[in-house]
Structures are given as structure tokens and as C-alpha cells.
């Protein structure tokens, strides 16, 4: 099946400072999610991108399909941003494959 | 919009009780997915549904069943609870196959 592989698994950064997660993935896929975990588990959807480029605010992602890879980009981080970062990719089954996850930390 | 309800959010059991997760959208949407999550780990798919009255297997099935009365609805029924299954459980439900997920709260789920 469809491996995806996340990077960092953890990171840590002050208040302020820019960070480039990245999603592999070993196939084709369907679509591809970054979802927020919140430090209470809730799981928050940040983008829907099976390709090309999309920005919300300080985030913003890139995904390129034809290289397998996703680019998370947090600008100007807060403490809020704070929480485990995971990026999930639909196979032709339609199932959901999750990566481990990239633990963010914000120190004020 | 409510979007995804799961209830209960807590819920401690015993060995070999049975319980039922309940898990419900109100966006119309066709497929619904139940996952665990363990900790410092991903989330693996259980159970799914594309359409009421179609269930499927997941990665992770064993002492799970599911049903799909309705399209609102998508319980999840632990059979004979173990400690193993001592798990944070998702409801998931999108448009269709290849659209956006939308996950509901959670329930954690601890088996004593």
C-alpha cells in the first residue's frame, strides 16, 4: 500500500520564526489533506490539495503531485500553531493513509 | 451546521463489555469512515461506508462491526471491548470518495 512518510517528526520554534513541513508519498493518489491536531485532539481540516498551490493566512501548501510530495508552510508562527501536524493521501480505494505526524512546538 | 457529531466524547469500559460508538453528519454526505488513533501515531481506518446499506473493511477491523441504515448515521459497535482497543476513535465523513474529510470530535475510549 501507499506509504507516507512525514519530516520533521518533531519541531521546535519560537514565537515568530517560518517552517516548511513536507509530506512523501510512495504513489499516485486521489487527493491529499493537512489536518491540525489541537492540544485537546481535535482535528482540524487546513487544506484539501491534491496539487498545486493554496494559502490560507499565515499557511499555506503546495503539492507536486508528479514528485509524490506536499509542502506545509507556517509563516510568522504563534503559540496557537502549536499542536501535531498530519498529512493524509486518499488511494484508489478511498481510503484515508495517514503520516506520523510532525509534532510542532511554539515557545512564546 | 452541526457537521460531525460523535458521541459519547469519554467512555471507560471493562473487558468483554460491548458498547456503541455513534457517529453522525448532517452535510448529505455519502461516505463516512470510522479510525482509531494510538498515541504518537497516524490514524488507521477501521471501518467505512460509501452509501447507506454499504460497509466495507478497513486496516484495522477485528472487533469492530458497523452498519449503514441511513446516510445521516454511521454507528461503530465494539463487540467484546479488550484493552488493546483503549484508543482516541474518529468519525469521518466526506461528499464522496475523492472530496474533502470532515472529522468529528472524537471519542477516547479507555477498556479496563
Known amino acids: 500500500g501507499i506509504q507516507v512518510e512525514q519530516s520533521p517528526p518533531d519541531l521546535i520554534l519560537q514565537e515568530g520564526a517560518n517552517s516548511t513541513l513536507r509530506c512523501n508519498f510512495s504513489d499516485s493518489v486521489n487527493n491529499l489533506q493537512w489536518f491540525h491536531q489541537n492540544p485537546w485532539g481535535q482535528l482540524i481540516n487546513l487544506f484539501y490539495i491534491p496539487s498545486g498551490t493554496k494559502q490560507n493566512g499565515r499557511l499555506s501548501a503546495t503539492t507536486v503531485a508528479t514528485e509524490r510530495y506536499s509542502l506545509l508552510y507556517i509563516s510568522s508562527s504563534q503559540t496557537t500553531d502549536s499542536g501535531v501536524y498530519f498529512c493524509a493521501v486518499e488511494d484508489s480505494n478511498y481510503q484515508l493513509i495517514w503520516g506520523a505526524g510532525t509534532k510542532l512546538i511554539i515557545k512564546p | 451546521n452541526a457537521g460531525v457529531t460523535q458521541t459519547p466524547k469519554f467512555q471507560v469500559l471493562k473487558t468483554g463489555q460491548s458498547m456503541t460508538l455513534q457517529c453522525a453528519q448532517d452535510?448529505?454526505?455519502?461516505?463516512m469512515s470510522w479510525y482509531r488513533q494510538d498515541p504518537g501515531m497516524g490514524l488507521r481506518l477501521i471501518h467505512y461506508s460509501v452509501g447507506a446499506g454499504i460497509t466495507d473493511q478497513g486496516e484495522v477491523p477485528n472487533g469492530y462491526n458497523v452498519s449503514r441504515s441511513t446516510t445521516e448515521d454511521f454507528p461503530l459497535r465494539l463487540l467484546s471491548a479488550a484493552p488493546s482497543q483503549t484508543s482516541v476513535y474518529f468519525c469521518?465523513?466526506?461528499?464522496?470518495?475523492?472530496?474533502?474529510?470532515?472529522f468529528g470530535q472524537g471519542t477516547r475510549l479507555t477498556v479496563v
Open positions: 469521518a465523513s466526506s461528499y464522496s470518495g475523492f472530496t474533502e474529510a470532515f
Open positions: 452535510m448529505n454526505h455519502e461516505y
